[in-house]
């Protein structure tokens, strides 16, 4: 997954956090997650310039004895914050909820005075990421945070981005989303966020664009023969590059709609992108030419998993047939191997572009 790892932790502590202050899930059930491990948090008040706590479990048990009943992660620009005394980096915000009030925690990276001087080598690529939250603002009221019909999302992606959604591909996982922990121990993979009811479809809405986001970063890398860039024109490579913003920002959208779905959560919300990416599905309505489209993946269906091993099976039967039949001929005339092999160093020609 190539989303910021401060946003998937972001969206643990949101989501596990939210469980906690509920009393229904108990800190020792997850604070070893590994989305958390080699990293650190520090939650400070800018007024005070005060260093409130330096774990996350810290904060969420001083939370809990203020009365705190929930979190909810959001991008910054949907709340009117004044600058920050300090220089940093943030597009999110964690809010507090409490009965009467809500409070709103910038999360980002704390930008040092003093510029890095290649003089000296630097220690900090040695060590884990530091998660810095401010509490910036504290206002009167409930702030609601409407729940998600995850039907009606997974349709609207799959409208826009001409995909399965849920992909039916086996290799994406049909039951709880977790990132990519290979090297973490047993005890800590648990799923990005609390595995309910009301979220499974969420857990294969994140797993399908997770996929999908996995596949064209590999079908695009440079390193790759088959580099649809190569083949595009300019219409067709600035196709390519909106399909794969819409993607990234459907996942960032669905993480965050994820991380505030709990239940008992408010009235269902609308589904919506953001503006600089608006691509409304009920606008868009698949043709013949959008099946057509030069954006890889994008506008094909998968084909049933056994008539696409029937078909390989085939192929290959006729291709051995084929090397049966000329090996004779070749054995008797070795000369028309060259007529043989000219055919491939033409197409290895054309596929490199010499």
């Given at each position: 997954?190539?989303?910021?790892?401060?946003?998937l932790?972001?969206v643990?502590?949101?989501?596990?956090?939210?469980?906690?202050?509920?009393?229904?899930?108990?800190?020792?059930?997850?604070?070893?997650?590994?989305?958390?491990?080699?990293?650190?948090?520090?939650?400070?008040?800018?007024?005070?310039?005060?260093?409130?706590?330096?774990?996350?479990?810290?904060?969420?048990?001083?939370?809990?004895?203020?009365g705190?009943?929930?979190?909810?992660?959001?991008?910054?620009?949907?709340?009117?914050?004044?600058p920050?005394?300090?220089?940093?980096e943030?597009?999110f915000?964690?809010?507090?909820?409490?009965?009467?009030?809500y409070?709103i925690?910038?999360?980002?990276?704390?930008?040092?005075?003093?510029?890095d001087?290649?003089?000296f080598p630097?220690?900090?690529?040695?060590a884990g990421?530091?998660?810095?939250?401010?509490?910036?603002?504290?206002?009167?009221?409930?702030?609601?945070?409407?729940?998600?019909?995850w039907a009606e999302?997974?349709?609207?992606?799959?409208?826009?981005?001409?995909?399965?959604?849920?992909?039916?591909?086996?290799?994406?996982?049909?039951s709880?989303?977790?990132p990519?922990?290979?090297?973490?121990?047993e005890?800590?993979?648990?799923p990005?966020?609390?595995?309910?009811?009301?979220t499974?479809?969420?857990?294969?809405?994140?797993?399908?664009?997770?996929?999908e986001?996995?596949?064209?970063?590999?079908?695009?890398?440079?390193?790759?023969?088959?580099?649809?860039?190569?083949?595009?024109?300019?219409?067709?490579?600035?196709?390519?590059?909106?399909?794969?913003?819409?993607?990234?920002?459907?996942?960032?959208?669905?993480?965050?709609?994820?991380?505030?779905?709990?239940?008992?959560?408010?009235?269902?919300?609308?589904?919506?992108?953001?503006?600089e990416?608006?691509?409304?599905?009920?606008e868009?309505?698949?043709?013949?030419a959008?099946?057509?489209?030069?954006?890889?993946?994008?506008?094909r269906r998968?084909?049933?998993?056994?008539?696409t091993?029937l078909?390989y099976v085939?192929?290959?039967?006729?291709?051995?047939?084929?090397v049966?039949?000329?090996?004779?001929?070749?054995?008797?005339?070795?000369?028309?191997?060259?007529?043989?092999?000219?055919?491939?160093?033409l197409?290895?020609?054309?596929?490199?572009g010499l």
């Amino acid at each position: 997954m190539t989303v910021d790892s401060q946003l998937l932790r972001s969206v643990a502590l949101a989501s596990y956090g939210t469980g906690f202050l509920r009393g229904e899930s108990p800190l020792e059930d997850w604070l070893r997650h590994g989305v958390f491990c080699q990293a650190r948090f520090q939650f400070r008040s800018p007024d005070q310039n005060a260093l409130l706590a330096d774990d996350f479990t810290l904060w969420l048990g001083s939370l809990a004895r203020s009365g705190a009943t929930r979190l909810s992660l959001h991008r910054s620009d949907e709340f009117e914050l004044a600058p920050l005394p300090m220089s940093c980096e943030s597009d999110f915000t964690v809010v507090v909820h409490f009965a009467e009030r809500y409070q709103i925690w910038v999360v980002g990276s704390e930008m040092a005075a003093w510029p890095d001087s290649y003089e000296f080598p630097s220690g900090k690529y040695y060590a884990g990421d530091v998660d810095s939250y401010w509490l910036v603002a504290e206002r009167p009221g409930p702030l609601e945070i409407p729940a998600t019909k995850w039907a009606e999302t997974a349709a609207a992606i799959a409208a826009d981005l001409e995909i399965d959604v849920p992909s039916t591909d086996e290799r994406v996982s049909a039951s709880a989303f977790f990132p990519d922990m290979s090297t973490k121990p047993e005890w800590a993979r648990l799923p990005l966020f609390l595995s309910l009811p009301r979220t499974a479809l969420a857990h294969r809405i994140v797993a399908t664009l997770d996929w999908e986001q996995a596949r064209y970063d590999n079908d695009t890398n440079l390193k790759n023969e088959g580099n649809p860039y190569l083949s595009l024109d300019d219409e067709g490579y600035r196709k390519l590059c909106l399909w794969a913003g819409r993607l990234d920002r459907w996942l960032v959208d669905v993480l965050l709609r994820a991380a505030n779905d709990v239940d008992g959560a408010g009235p269902f919300k609308q589904i919506r992108m953001p503006e600089e990416l608006v691509y409304r599905a009920e606008e868009h309505t698949v043709t013949q030419a959008s099946q057509e489209s030069t954006i890889p993946q994008a506008g094909r269906r998968a084909r049933g998993k056994w008539s696409t091993r029937l078909s390989y099976v085939l192929a290959f039967a006729a291709l051995s047939v084929f090397v049966v039949a000329i090996a004779h001929i070749i054995g008797a005339f070795p000369w028309l191997s060259i007529f043989l092999s000219l055919p491939l160093l033409l197409y290895l020609i054309e596929r490199r572009g010499l």
